[in-house]
């Protein structure tokens, strides 16, 4: 008898048709005599409009509040699941977080597992239940409520797939793998049958939302199968796996949720360079790709997410006025697929198209399967046509 981990995102919960889709799909894996747990995430939009609804209340809700809040929609998942297996006929219970013994530490809203206690699990598996467990949350040292940041229920199932030694973590989502491009971006695009571990971080890692980067991380760590499918079909996804050595591009991401901001001060030390630095780091400003262009004067340049910028602007505002800022819309792209580094041939093909579109690179970087290009604009989605057609075989 084999343990699977079954996890299924939000927009496959999204109402009770689904619902009962997805319960079918569990009693599918249970008939073929595994041990099954299922983790899942706030049906819908439900986070979202949970965050709008904080919002509304207050523009900088208190975190810890926040999570106690946000952990609600898994509740709601886990819960309404559980009560539509029972009624088909096979026993389930719902857990959450701190039931389970998923313990992390004390950053909300962004907090990281630390230990699972897997015996709350094991106990129900014995007597022949289906576990439901509300992914996206756990309980810090303190006892209080804490939640893993957006697609932490990725995290979650991987895991307890760690925890508990199971033999296979399937993701199911509305999409039936990984794809070498976005398919909403561009219309020839293909399914990857499998990737390294290494090839999904940089993906997920450049914006590619398939898995969490996190959950990837865990897999790598504790060698955890993972396979990525629909949850509307019976395809084969795409398996995610130890590395096979290959030199050829996999996947290209556009990445267009990113601004380069600009500081300008009439007078530069190292002083005031540190200081901007410390300022934007304790306020939770997580910069990327910092290029200092001081002399005289500080001119200071990096990329940020674009859904950082509003934090950005209020610390500006406040606790940095002496500054000038500035910011600009962005493209990052990124090529991934193992070997890369070692492949001219996809470097200078690379190059050369960017060139015929008279694109502006900001920066370049490059290492053992990724090559990711900044370019000083946001970029329309034909190039990730030109590039597709030209690199992935």
């Not at 998923?102 to 630390?114: D, L």
């Not at 079909?233 to 949720?257: A, L, P």
Request: some cysteine; charged content about 25%.
């Amino acid at each position: 008898m084999e343990t699977v981990v079954l996890k299924f995102g939000g927009s496959s919960l999204a109402d009770n048709i689904k619902l009962n889709i997805v319960a079918n799909k569990i009693i599918d894996f249970k008939n073929q005599n595994n041990r099954v747990v299922v983790v899942v995430s706030a049906q819908g939009k439900t986070t979202d409009n949970l965050i709008k609804d904080a919002k509304e209340l207050s523009q900088h809700p208190n975190s810890r509040e926040m999570d106690v809040l946000l952990s609600t929609g898994e509740q709601v998942s886990i819960s309404k699941l559980s009560i539509l297996l029972n009624q088909l006929g096979h026993s389930a219970i719902s857990l959450t977080g701190w039931q389970v013994g998923i313990y992390t530490n004390t950053n909300h809203q962004e907090a990281k597992i630390e230990t699972i206690n897997s015996k709350r699990i094991e106990d129900e598996l014995s007597k022949g239940n289906i576990v439901i467990i509300a992914g996206f949350q756990g309980i810090d040292e303190s006892g209080d409520i804490t939640t893993l940041g957006r697609g932490g229920s990725d995290t979650t199932a991987v895991a307890i797939s760690a925890a508990i030694k199971a033999d296979h973590c399937y993701i199911f989502s509305d999409v039936e793998g990984v794809y070498s491009t976005d398919p909403n971006k561009t219309i020839e695009t293909k399914k990857l049958d499998k990737l390294s571990y290494k090839e999904m971080l940089d993906l997920s890692n450049e914006g590619a939302k398939v898995l969490h980067n996190r959950c990837v991380e865990i897999a790598e760590k504790y060698k955890v199968l993972i396979e990525t499918g629909s949850t509307f079909n019976s395809n084969v996804g795409t398996i995610i796996q130890e590395n096979m050595e290959e030199s050829t591009v996999k996947s290209i991401v556009k990445n267009d949720d990113l601004l380069l901001v600009n500081i300008k001060h009439k007078t530069y030390t190292n002083d005031i360079f540190n200081n901007l630095l410390t300022t934007l780091l304790q306020n939770g400003i997580p910069f990327q790709t910092l290029i200092n262009n001081s002399i005289d004067s500080l001119n200071l340049s990096f990329t940020i997410k674009s859904e950082d910028l509003q934090s950005l602007e209020h610390i500006m505002e406040n606790d940095l006025k002496i500054f000038d800022f500035s910011f600009t819309n962005i493209s990052r792209i990124s090529l991934v697929g193992y070997g890369i580094m070692n492949n001219q041939e996809i470097i200078q093909k690379t190059l050369n198209i960017l060139n015929k579109d008279n694109i502006e690179i900001y920066t370049y970087h490059i290492d053992e399967c990724k090559l990711s290009i900044i370019a000083k604009e946001k970029l329309s989605n034909t190039i990730l046509e030109k590039l597709h057609q030209e690199l992935i075989k």
